[in-house]
């Protein structure tokens, strides 16, 4: 079983539409959850961080952990075309740097 | 900043030859992170170094592939001798705390 789950897609949705993109993970040892944006032919860019269960927010975006349930969320609101990209969860036992895994990544498209 | 950089940008080469990629990690970031991403395997962790020094090379796939980092801001990643199933986008990641950050890649095609 891989340590990180995420379904590849793609998912194709209408602009303005409300985007929900998961994740499952098998260790609870882990405790530092992030979202990363990847552009075609770009490196992947942090979009949300967080370490704790709840929500976070940022503008369009929210993150939501679960640990009980070992599933983190990224929803993204009033998505633009500009939002199309590949979406990849990390997770990370310790805070810091170290070594991260990375889901499969989900590649999304927004419909104009 | 140029954020942190990575050469060449592409590649293309011949199966049995030597390869080399090169990064430049951003200034003041103590951590660098070489990666390899497929669309079959996605992105994986090959190697990091802290302060030059290698700390996990687990991810390595195997001896044809090695990295050095002979100082803070330099690191190759060398793979000789090179295979099809070696065709990839390597990256390279530079941090100093929690956020990584990522080079623009390599695209590598071995013929």
């Known amino acids: 079983q891989k340590e990180v789950e995420q379904d590849p897609g793609p998912l194709s949705v209408p602009e303005g539409a409300i985007v929900s993109l998961n994740c499952t993970y098998s260790?609870?040892?882990?405790?530092?959850f992030m979202w990363y944006r990847q552009y075609s032919r770009k490196g992947p860019e942090l979009l949300m961080y967080t370490y704790s269960s709840g929500n976070k927010e940022d503008g369009r975006f929210t993150a939501q952990v679960d640990k009980s349930s070992k599933y983190i969320s990224l929803f993204i609101r009033d998505s633009q075309p500009s939002d199309s990209a590949t979406y990849l969860c990390a997770i990370n036992r310790i805070q810091g740097a170290q070594k991260l895994v990375f889901g499969q990544g989900t590649r999304l498209t927004i419909n104009p | 900043d140029a954020g942190v950089i990575q050469s060449p940008r592409h590649e293309v080469t011949e199966m049995g030859q030597e390869v080399t990629l090169r990064c430049k990690p951003i200034?003041?970031?103590?951590?660098l992170f070489w990666y390899r991403q497929t669309m079959m395997r996605g992105l994986e962790l090959l190697i990091y170094f802290n302060n030059n020094v290698p700390i996990d090379d687990s991810g390595m796939p195997e001896d044809r592939f090695s990295a050095k980092m002979p100082n803070a801001s330099f690191s190759t990643l060398k793979i000789q001798p090179s295979e099809p199933r070696d065709s990839a986008v390597y990256f390279c990641?530079?941090?100093?705390?929690?956020?990584?950050?990522f080079g623009p890649g390599t695209r590598l095609t071995v013929l």
């Open positions: 260790n609870s040892a882990f405790q530092y």
């Open positions: 990641a530079s941090s100093s705390r929690d956020t990584q950050y």
């Open positions: 200034s003041g970031h103590n951590s």
